[in-house]
């Protein structure tokens, strides 16, 4: 019997090491049989995928990409995590405008797994004089609050302040953030900044409330517009100086000023990216407080919010998916609370099955997935330590870009931030356009049976700055105008597939066509029985449909597609489609192919069929 040595890879002991040439051979063969024929770099090149903000994602990543030493969680630059431990804050958002509503939830999240509350008051939630009853029955020495309240950011502070005195709370239990923010206030309305009694509620917190923090450098307006990643992180950094500006000027210290802001973030189903952001983000405030003369002044602090604009009013419970991975890679990047929106936070206010379904969701990757057992289990990734840098390196160029501008308050004004957002969102929706960035039950794999989710309306966020943006606008207009159909006249609009050949010709395409019509509205009619010119003009006329695409093979369509199509046309159809690359058919009128202008295809098929918008 051999005894193999005990180096702890023996059954691999026999095999050579592969290299990275060998490898890259390897990728050569697969493109070679895609049709690509490259060699070298330009094969890994072919496969590398474009990110925002110039950065790349690549097919491999080796020791090559290893970064910087990242040092410990809890020690600067907190790159592996602002506590020595994993684990976050499990904290639920409330928006509803009846204070004894609004007790009933939060006394049910508090006792199934929520640690903190996220209160919005005042116009976009409770009456600033019905805080008292919203938080009947909590104690507030166990649970956070942390308040949202706009323009009325000082009335709610100066209630919940109240609160904790008549609760006998001792002021350094008092937990949580009474989040003031004028420049994202700002952003949200167009209003002019107004700093007022900012510096009085951070004073009054670094003096008699250790564990409150005054302030919240809320990013997600500049989320909800639609900022990259660098983007959002860049803004959240400079609207922090300039509230650090604020409030050394007001006389505090800077560490003392440092200690007033805590940070929100957006958490998108890109996990990779949302790993990174929060890594990130740590380490580029770490560096402005070194520059600041305080580099022991702590990690930032973070609070993840699951991306609205994620979000899809279509087949909404997707959404449920869509969180699950944002609430992981915030919780795996380390921030410290993450908020799990329900999954029908864009129809209105959710329901209760909405609320438990999003704090179950921290608690299932607390409690059975145990992420929380490892602080940054993502270090050491080489893909995720690289992407983090250059993210890191991005995010502060967009920040100095600010800075050289004037400052935050300077770039809204000028509409500088608002023009560099702009142009990144635009370029996005093309992408969302030409279905590159898919968007499950919207964009690809529709549901037009789907049943509408109906929710209470939810009180109307404030307009005027920055616009806010929904992955899924552009297709959920042209739904709409399906559904108005539908209600106008008993059928949503239909397209005919002529299914040419056999199955193994058609099927392919003619399932492509079917997804993509559906995208827009239109219900696909479609005889997988094949069909010569004849027998389709005749389906055709029984179909009720107004409009045709030919679905099979390029080589039935060189034989059939012309004498098909013409035969369309002569049977009525308005407009004659046909699934594939464009080419020189006769009697075709347009082509819908992978990678073409989806939204623009159905907008028109809906125009030409005279479906409203």
Known sequence: ???????????????????????????????????????????????????????????????????????????????????????????????????????????????????????????????????????????????????????????????????????????????????????????????????????????????????????????????????????????????????????????????????????????????????????????????????????????????????????????????????????????VGGADAVTVLPFDHELGLPDAFARRIARNTSSILLEESHLGRVADPAGGSYYVERLTTELAHAAWEFFQELERSGGQEQALRSGLLGERIAATWDARKKKLAKRREPITGVSEFPHLAEKPVEREPAPVPPAGGLPRVRRDEAYEELRSRSDAHLAATGARPKVFLAALGPASAHTARATFAANLFQAGGVEPVHDPVSVDAATAAEAFTASGATIACLCSSDALYEEQAAEVAQALKSAGAQSVFLAGRPAEHASVDAYIFAGCDAVGVLSSVLDRMGVAA
């Open 1 to 331: 019997m051999t005894v193999l040595p005990d180096d702890g890879l023996s059954l691999a002991a026999e095999f050579p090491d592969a290299t990275h040439d060998q490898w890259q051979r390897l990728v050569e063969g697969v493109l070679r049989k895609s049709g690509k024929d490259v060699s070298g770099e330009a094969a890994e090149e072919a496969l590398t995928t474009a990110l925002d903000d110039g950065l790349v994602a690549r097919p491999l990543y080796t020791p090559r990409d290893a970064v910087a030493d990242t040092g410990y969680p809890g020690f600067a630059p907190y790159v592996r995590g602002g506590r020595p431990v994993g684990g976050w804050d499990v904290r639920q958002r409330h928006g509803r405008p009846e204070a004894a509503r609004t007790n009933e939830a939060v006394l049910a999240d508090l006792e199934n797994g929520v640690t903190s509350l996220w209160l919005t008051v005042g116009d976009l939630g409770v009456p600033v004089d019905g805080l008292a009853q919203a938080l009947d029955g909590v104690y507030l020495d166990l649970a956070p609050v942390v308040l949202d309240a706009g323009a009325g950011t000082t009335a709610a502070a100066e209630e919940l302040l109240r609160l904790y005195e008549a609760q006998g709370v001792a002021p350094a239990a008092a937990r949580g953030n009474l989040g003031a923010d004028p420049l994202a206030l700002a952003a949200r309305t167009g209003n002019a900044v107004d700093w007022q009694d900012t510096a009085a509620l951070a004073r009054r917190c670094h003096e008699q409330y250790p564990g409150l923090r005054a302030l919240t450098m809320d990013a997600l307006p500049y989320h909800e517009a639609g900022a990259s990643a660098a983007q959002e992180l860049g803004a959240s950094l400079a609207t922090a100086v300039a509230h650090m500006r604020h409030l050394t000027d007001a006389g505090l210290p800077v560490e003392a000023a440092l200690g007033q802001l805590e940070f929100r973030y957006a958490a998108t189903a890109d996990q990779f990216l949302t790993i990174a952001k929060f890594r990130a983000a740590r380490r580029l405030w770490a560096r402005i407080a070194e520059a600041s003369g305080v580099p022991g002044a702590g990690a930032q602090r973070q609070h993840a919010v699951t991306s609205p604009v994620m979000m899809t009013r279509r087949d909404p419970y997707v959404n449920m998916l869509r969180t699950t991975i944002a609430c992981l890679g915030a919780g």
